[in-house]
């Protein structure tokens, strides 16, 4: 399916401009691959991605069976089915019976043997024959793992695809010979080339083999993917093979409720598990002439194939699929897909005389009849399209013809990505062909053809995201004089270079922690503040913001900046009188939305103190002592409290005071120091002190120091 954006305008202007989530846009559906997760049945979806009417199909479960491992028609035209724990089931009469229970874990294999079969088994390796009234006989053992497919070799006479040493044997009563050793690990597909001989193919190197009636053996191709899951041959010869590049069969430990009766060893089984990833290419093989891959299936695995006769010109092959189980017929070029079913895989195949196509499926089994006949009536559900957040739903649309017949289209809405009892039901759309399923995340739709020559080249359904109101987060205002990282919530570490109005180009760099006391800052940077926060807006669009401040005890708020795009701002706080205030950062979403259809939404900061006014230092004595100054004080500040005292001597060094009780941690603090190791005569003692803003203040006094005595 394809998401394209659909823009109504009347003028086209060939400028790059930005597409966002908000304008209405369309989910098309009219390529073989957009089907990939759909389900249909009497419905096929042809090469050049048009549906119409197909084969006519029905099904009845197994519900004794969740693998079914192979199909086989039986001469009064019921069909038996192999499956795990041992089971081959028939049906007949429209429905799947119990039939016949060997002692194994698997049976992986059937091939018709007059009135009745032979079937492959594992991991015992054996060969049964079950009659016409279910009556069962061991034909060999194969000393092999698997018997993973077998065909007729002649008079009680059978080919078998083993492993797990990648044998092909040939099997009579009471015996097996190996016919071919091969480096594959299994065996896993067989096909009878129809004069005698067999094709198989590997599971571990890619190979197809072909064996003559007369003995001969050889390599017919190596692939490039790992195995070769299936073979068929058509009406002319032409030998089918589906590759796989990577397998979905495992190793499994058995039940514990199976049945008793072969040794530890035969109760391992392999299964079908889910595979990610993957490709699966069916190659079309001329015997001693040429090679060509044929098609790429939209799913990883191919299970199977068949040779399926046609009144007219050569058989056609159909191949069954997984982890999505579907039915393609191959066709020049490409494939038709002639049913997409809710089961796990399609894992055998075969024919009958009338020309009917077999299909069994896995997890859940079930046996599906497809064909000869066209439906009256078919169905497809699309897949489920993922808006990625909650969207209403617009126009739904089919292209194509129906002369004489007819095209029904419903949808249905919920937020479940599989549909389930919590979505709507499905509804006809409405006015305009409007849809009528609530806004959601997910979305479906439904064509139902009937009749005539139907035919729809494309479905479209137009949708728009609601528009969701974006968010502000963690705003945060920086201490006076501090800025942050752009793009980050850290504080500037290091040196700030500024060019001053008057030209004077000045460093400066500032603490990293907003509880460690602050020497004096620059006069420049005095008020700045520094605010910083996240947006953020769930239907992507660009945002905008407006920045605004108020005193914490006022109403009104006065704006700093307004149609800002970055997330943070710095401004000059020394027009405000000092105090508490607050800082509100507005977004609105309205440059990405259609005039009047934009949200918008604020956050407000902390409270926090603008203090631009300097501490006072209110009082400041010094007295000369032999070699030392004795100096005493006391400062205060208006709004903060003072985190540093210090003095200096002359032209000396600061140097750090501590105020009495030993922590600057009030406004007003009183100070006492001695000076030492001073030379005598005149001196100058200056004192200055910080507070919380960073905020300076000083004063000097004279003293004379005498001589020492």
């Known amino acids: 399916m394809k998401h394209r954006v659909w823009l109504l305008a009347t003028l086209v202007i060939a400028l790059a401009v930005p597409s966002f989530a908000v304008e209405t846009q369309l989910w098309i559906t009219d390529a073989p691959a957009d089907y990939a997760r759909s389900e249909a049945r009497g419905v096929i979806v042809g090469p050049d991605g048009v549906l119409s009417l197909g084969p006519e199909a029905s099904s009845s479960p197994a519900d004794s069976m969740d693998v079914v491992w192979a199909l086989a028609v039986l001469a009064d035209g019921s069909v038996a089915m192999a499956g795990d ?130 003995g001969t053996t050889r390599t017919l191709f190596d692939a490039t993917e790992d195995e070769v899951r299936a073979l068929a041959v058509s009406a002319d010869g032409s030998l089918y093979a589906a590759a796989l590049s990577a397998s979905s069969i495992v190793a499994d430990e058995p039940d514990k409720d199976d049945e008793p009766g072969a040794g530890s060893g035969d109760r391992v089984a392999p299964v079908i598990a889910p595979t990610a990833g993957g490709r699966a290419v069916v190659y079309r093989i001329v015997p001693d002439s040429s090679v060509a891959s044929v098609w790429t299936a939209p799913h990883p695995l191919v299970f199977a194939l068949a040779a399926l006769k046609q009144e007219k010109g050569p058989s056609r092959i159909v191949a069954g ?49 497809v064909g000869p006949g066209t439906a009256d009536q078919g169905e497809l559900q ?62 479906q739709w439904r064509a139902t053809l009937a009749g005539g020559q139907t035919r729809v080249s494309a479905v479209e359904v137009a949708w728009k995201e609601q528009n969701l109101a974006p968010r502000v987060e963690e705003l945060t205002v920086a201490p006076q004089g501090t800025g ?22 000045v460093e400066y760099s500032i603490t990293t922690s907003t509880q460690r006391a602050l020497r004096g800052l620059p006069a420049f940077a005095r008020g700045l503040r520094t605010l910083a926060w996240k947006g953020f807006d ?80 209110t009082s400041l004595e010094a007295r000369g002592e032999s070699g030392a100054v004795v100096v005493s004080g006391a400062a205060e500040d208006g709004q903060n409290m003072l985190t540093r005292l210090e003095a200096a001597l002359d032209d000396g060094d600061w140097r750090t005071l501590t105020p009495d009780g030993g922590l600057a941690d ?38 004379n120091v005498p001589a020492r005595r």
Not at 332 to 349: H, M, S
Not at 351 to 366: E, V
């Open 382 to 443: 699309s897949g489920v399209f993922d808006a990625r957040r909650i969207a209403r739903f617009g126009r739904v649309a089919w292209h194509g013809s129906s002369s004489n017949g007819s095209v029904r289209i419903e949808t249905r809405s919920g937020n479940t990505d599989a549909p389930d009892t919590t979505w709507s039901r499905w509804a006809a759309p409405g006015t305009r062909s409007r849809s009528v399923s609530p806004a959601a995340r997910y979305f």
């Open 484 to 505: 942050f990282r752009e793009g980050e919530m850290q504080p500037r570490v290091e040196p700030v270079t500024q060019t001053l109005p008057g030209g004077q180009k």
């Open 321 to 369: 699929t997984g982890n999505r189980a579907a039915l393609f017929a191959l066709t020049q070029p490409g494939a038709t897909q002639w049913l997409a079913l809710p089961q796990g895989q399609v894992t055998a195949l075969t024919t009958d005389a009338q020309g009917r196509l077999f299909a069994a499926t896995s997890n859940p089994g079930a046996l599906w009849r």
């Open 85 to 214: 724990r041992g089971r081959i089931d028939r049906w007949s009469g429209g429905r799947v019976r119990p039939w016949v229970r060997l002692p194994v874990g698997q049976v992986l294999s059937l091939a018709r043997d007059g009135d009745g079969l032979v079937a492959g088994t594992g991991p015992g390796g054996r060969i049964y024959r079950i009659g016409a009234k279910g009556d069962t006989s061991l034909i060999a053992s194969t000393g092999e793992r698997y018997v993973w497919g077998i065909v007729p070799a002649g008079k009680n006479a059978w080919y078998a695809a083993t492993g797990t040493r990648g044998r092909l044997m040939k099997v009579t009563p009471g015996k097996a010979t190996i016919v071919l050793d091969t480096d594959e690990s299994n065996l896993v597909s067989i096909a009878s080339d129809g004069n005698g001989g067999a094709y198989a193919g590997g599971d571990s190197k890619g190979r197809v083999f072909a064996v003559r009636a007369n």
């Open 538 to 617: 769930p239907n992507g669009d660009p945002l905008e913001y407006r920045v605004d401040v108020r005193r914490e005890d006022g109403n009104e708020w006065m704006e700093l900046g307004k149609e800002l795009d970055a997330t943070s701002f710095t401004w000059d706080t020394n027009a405000l009188p000092d105090g508490m205030y607050r800082i509100r950062v507005q977004a609105t979403d309205q440059p990405g939305n259609a005039v009047g259809e934009g949200l918008s939404s604020e956050t407000l900061s902390e409270p926090f103190r603008v203090d631009n006014t300097p501490p006072a230092i």
């Open 666 to 703: 009030d406004r007003a603090l009183t100070f006492k120091a001695r000076l030492p190791d001073v030379k005598e005569g005149p001196h100058t003692v200056a004192v200055r002190v910080v507070d919380l803003a960073g905020n300076l203040a000083s004063r000097a006094v004279h003293v």
